[in-house]
């Protein structure tokens, strides 16, 4: 391998890559994507610039949904949901109202200017995955798939601590 201050090739890197285990390289491509995407999504979010709470938050509310609820699909605590909630409000991108369910628990919904910003962030998402990926659309509709598994997993046992409150 050289040794040490001489910069490994492409080909070597792709070797040691690939001597790894499938676990750890399942775990070293799920960072890297996630790393890749979070760069995209700040350069992309600037019209305007709205926190990564709040995309998440947008993009979660495909139908109205209580606050608690949503703090549980958003893997945050409630006071997080209701500050993105109070900022968006004050945006226009949702509304609250009543459920009609339950006269006493609020839903929250997105508005007009918020499906308009919804349908653009999921096209832009869409573009993005697929670049930063590498995957073609069959492998994307696969590594969606076991993508939910292991979010249905993470919900299921337990979400870390530092996830609820990230932002």
């Known amino acids: 391998m050289g040794h040490l201050g001489t910069a490994m090739s492409l080909d ?21 994507l996630y790393w890749k995407l979070d760069d995209s999504i700040e350069k992309m979010n600037d019209d305007p610039k709205l926190t990564k709470m709040e995309c998440r938050m947008i993009i979660r509310l495909d139908q109205p949904n209580r606050m608690g609820l949503l ?11 209701t500050a993105t909630a109070d900022s968006l409000e004050e945006q226009g991108y949702v509304q609250r109202r009543r459920d009609p369910e339950d006269r006493r628990a609020w839903l929250l919904e997105l508005t007009q200017s918020g499906w308009e910003r919804r349908r653009e962030m999921e096209q832009l998402a869409s573009e ?19 993508a939910g598994k292991i979010y249905d997993n993470v919900l299921r046992t337990g979400v870390p601590e530092g996830l609820k409150t990230c932002d």
């Open 12 to 32: 070597q890197t792709d070797n040691t890559f690939l001597a790894l285990t499938p676990e750890i390289r399942a775990i070293l491509g799920v960072f890297a």
């Open 128 to 146: 993005m995955f697929l670049e930063a990926s590498g995957l073609n659309k069959d492998e994307t509709l696969i590594f969606s798939e076991l």
């Open 71 to 81: 703090a549980q699909m958003m893997l945050t605590v409630p006071s997080t949901v």
